[in-house]
């Protein structure tokens, strides 16, 4: 048995392979996704980076970061709660 090698094309947005019915004109869509821009990578998003300078912004992101690494503070992150520090350590029993 021979093998074939068929050159086709390959989204960059939502990685489908095709080949055309006819190889004269390079594809203006993608026939899955429909995306106009299938022959470029997504670009990626640029993010600002935001340096806290006060020290009570220092401190509120210690103690984000302190919730985040505690199972309790985690749950109550992922329930949607407003949750302080003091109530955290309440509930852990370090208070």
Same mark, same amino acid.
């Given at each position: 048995?021979?093998?074939?090698?068929?050159? !086709?094309?390959? @989204? #960059? /947005? @939502?990685?489908? #392979?095709?080949? *055309?019915?006819?190889?004269?004109?390079?594809?203006?869509? @993608?026939?899955k @996704?429909?995306? %106009?821009?299938?022959?470029?990578p997504?670009?990626?998003?640029?993010? *600002?980076?935001?340096? %806290?300078? &006060? %020290?009570?912004?220092?401190?509120?992101?210690?103690?984000?970061?302190?919730?985040?690494?505690?199972?309790?503070?985690?749950?109550?992150?992922?329930?949607?709660? /407003?949750?302080?520090?003091?109530?955290?350590? /309440? &509930?852990? !029993?370090d208070?």
């Open positions: 048995m021979a093998k074939i090698t068929l050159a !086709g094309y390959r @989204c #960059e /947005r @939502c990685a489908h #392979e095709w080949v *055309p019915r006819e190889a004269t004109d390079e594809p203006k869509v @993608c026939p @996704c429909k995306s %106009p821009y299938w022959d470029r997504r670009a990626q998003p640029k993010t *600002p980076q935001v340096v %806290p300078t &006060s %020290p009570l912004a220092k401190q509120m992101q210690g103690d984000k970061a302190f919730l985040e690494g505690t199972r309790e503070g985690q749950r109550q992150i992922k329930a949607g709660h /407003r949750t302080s520090l003091s109530d955290v350590k /309440r &509930s852990l !029993g208070a």
